[in-house]
């Protein structure tokens, strides 16, 4: 199981993104303005709905706990989850004896294993293709 958490990067990419959404609402909503006073709530509900809907969006995607897999290739590990996603690794936090945080440049995933067998496999595969990995444990570290 995967889970996208939130990073600063993430979080200047959200504001680039509705910083956009918001200029193509307002300019929606100018257009539609001119068909009087129809158009101001067409575009009224256009640009709340083109604000709204994609950050409503992107708060459910850090919600939510996908099926995924991951790949070591090259230099980087592809987590595939909803999409594919290279990261390249810098650190690893063990939150408990089967959940891991997976750290790279701006992106980190909490990624469940079904035993503790998969982890200890997962993260030997990981030391052995990353030897300048960090570990640590989370302060919240829970024995299973």
């Known amino acids: 199981m995967l889970r996208l ?3 600063s990067r993430y979080g ?5 993104a509705m910083f956009v959404n918001l200029l193509v609402g307002f300019f929606l909503f100018y257009v539609l303005s001119a068909l009087g006073s129809f158009g101001l709530i067409v575009g009224g ?4 709905i083109y604000v709204v809907f994609p950050l409503w969006t992107a708060i459910v995607r850090l919600r939510r706990r996908t099926q995924g897999s991951l790949r070591i290739q090259g230099r980087s590990i592809v987590v595939r989850g909803l999409d594919w996603i290279p990261i390249f690794p810098t650190a690893i936090e063990w939150k408990s004896s089967r959940v891991i945080v997976l750290a790279g440049r701006g992106v980190k995933h909490e990624i469940t294993f079904q035993t503790d067998q998969d982890l200890t496999q997962a993260v030997t595969r990981i030391r052995t293709n990353f030897p300048q990995i960090q570990e640590t444990l989370s302060p919240t570290y ?3």
């Open 5 to 7: 958490l939130f990073t």
């Open 12 to 16: 200047i990419f959200l504001l680039y």
């Open 45 to 48: 509900f256009a640009l709340i």
């Open 142 to 144: 829970k024995q299973d």
